[in-house]
């Protein structure tokens, strides 16, 4: 052996001895910090909505470049099954990485499983999140792969942590009847409780629709600020914190491989669409439901297919606008 492998080899090996112990230090750190961060967020978060856990659900077993979750947003206080208060299907693209979210409006009348015609969010209640998979399978002929109910109360506590100086919104007008607070008109950031209240209201002209469209707008801003800097080295916490008021069967891989296209800026913009879309219901009203969204059902079916199946350049004027 040459003096100079020799040399070469005496200084791999002390590049180990000094470079090797260091990095296992710094793992061993890091991950202490996130086990910290994380119990300190589960004991700031309270205690939740205290779900069973066992939940059926029973999706198909997805392709990961294809995904459908049934997000749902829950104000329950202490029933097995409220009304769910907000229904969407947020779907990603693994080859295209595209995001996109299809929110159904509540008084969608619809049929439901063994329960006949009804208000959809009516399917939560009588049967949970699989009587509602298979309600919009029925309906709209859309396979849903995994679930995730939301409490509202985590809702405020994730705003907080992922956005500590607030989300900024423009108030059309003055809101306050049945929030608890009152919502000034103007430019202004907001945080969790008052974020919550913005993307809730709905007693004024637009009812639900200006709701569900507040609520596409607040979740395309609460993602660019998910993917900061800050916001990841706070995850461990937000994790912790959300964790009482999460109820979800999505699995560890699948949340990993799309947060990190998401933190890779791989994912481009949310794309939205509103169910039903315009010009394709009537105001009606039923003993059975009250109030509800009476649609044409073909028409409404068509239009979440198309734009589940689209790709970004294929995308056509949201049917919404």
């Given at each position: 052996m040459t003096?100079e492998?020799?040399?070469?080899?005496?200084?791999?090996?002390?590049?180990?001895r000094?470079?090797?112990?260091?990095?296992?230090?710094?793992i061993?750190?890091?991950?202490?910090?996130?086990?910290?961060?994380?119990?300190?967020?589960?004991?700031q978060?309270?205690?939740g909505?205290?779900?069973?856990?066992?939940?059926?659900?029973?999706g198909?077993?997805?392709?990961?470049?294809n995904?459908?979750?049934?997000?749902l947003?829950?104000d329950?206080?202490?029933?097995?099954?409220?009304?769910?208060?907000?229904?969407m299907?947020?779907?990603?693209?693994g080859?295209?990485?595209?995001p996109?979210?299809?929110s159904?409006?509540r008084?969608?009348?619809v049929?439901?499983?063994?329960?006949?015609?009804?208000?959809i969010?009516?399917?939560?209640?009588f049967?949970?999140?699989?009587?509602?998979?298979?309600?919009?399978?029925?309906?709209?002929?859309?396979?849903?792969?995994?679930?995730?109910?939301?409490?509202f109360?985590?809702?405020e506590?994730?705003?907080?942590?992922?956005?500590?100086?607030g989300i900024?919104?423009d108030?059309?007008?003055?809101m306050?009847?049945?929030?608890?607070?009152?919502l000034?008109?103007g430019?202004q950031?907001?945080?969790?409780?008052?974020?919550?209240?913005?993307?809730?209201?709905?007693?004024?002209r637009?009812?639900?629709?200006?709701?569900?469209r507040?609520q596409?707008?607040?979740?395309?801003?609460l993602?660019d600020e998910?993917?900061s800097v800050?916001?990841?080295?706070?995850l461990?916490?937000?994790?912790g914190?959300?964790?009482p008021?999460?109820?979800?069967?999505?699995p560890?891989?699948?949340?990993?491989?799309?947060?990190?296209?998401?933190?890779t800026?791989q994912?481009?913009k949310?794309?939205?669409?509103?169910?039903?879309?315009?010009?394709s219901?009537e105001?009606?009203?039923?003993?059975?439901?009250g109030s509800v969204?009476?649609?044409?059902?073909?028409?409404?079916?068509?239009?979440?297919?198309?734009?589940?199946?689209?790709?970004?350049s294929?995308?056509?004027?949201?049917?919404?606008?």
């Amino acid at each position: 052996m040459t003096n100079e492998r020799r040399t070469r080899r005496k200084k791999k090996k002390r590049f180990r001895r000094i470079v090797l112990p260091i990095l296992l230090l710094l793992i061993l750190i890091i991950g202490g910090c996130s086990v910290f961060q994380f119990y300190q967020g589960k004991s700031q978060a309270g205690d939740g909505f205290k779900s069973d856990g066992n939940l059926t659900f029973n999706g198909k077993v997805p392709n990961i470049d294809n995904i459908n979750v049934l997000l749902l947003g829950s104000d329950s206080r202490g029933e097995k099954h409220a009304r769910t208060d907000s229904i969407m299907i947020a779907h990603y693209n693994g080859k295209t990485n595209t995001p996109k979210v299809v929110s159904i409006m509540r008084d969608t009348y619809v049929d439901i499983p063994g329960h006949g015609k009804n208000k959809i969010n009516a399917a939560y209640a009588f049967g949970g999140p699989e009587l509602l998979r298979q309600t919009i399978k029925e309906n709209f002929d859309i396979d849903i792969q995994y679930y995730a109910i939301v409490d509202f109360k985590g809702f405020e506590k994730m705003v907080d942590i992922v956005a500590p100086d607030g989300i900024e919104v423009d108030i059309p007008y003055k809101m306050s009847h049945g929030l608890g607070l009152t919502l000034y008109p103007g430019k202004q950031k907001l945080h969790g409780k008052e974020l919550l209240g913005y993307v809730r209201f709905r007693h004024d002209r637009e009812s639900d629709f200006g709701r569900v469209r507040r609520q596409q707008e607040v979740i395309g801003k609460l993602k660019d600020e998910a993917i900061s800097v800050s916001s990841i080295v706070k995850l461990p916490k937000l994790l912790g914190t959300m964790d009482p008021y999460l109820d979800s069967n999505v699995p560890n891989m699948t949340l990993l491989s799309i947060g990190t296209d998401f933190i890779t800026k791989q994912a481009g913009k949310i794309e939205s669409l509103r169910i039903p879309v315009n010009g394709s219901y009537e105001d009606a009203r039923y003993e059975n439901a009250g109030s509800v969204l009476k649609i044409d059902l073909d028409k409404n079916k068509e239009a979440m297919q198309d734009f589940l199946s689209q790709k970004p350049s294929d995308q056509k004027t949201n049917k919404n606008e």
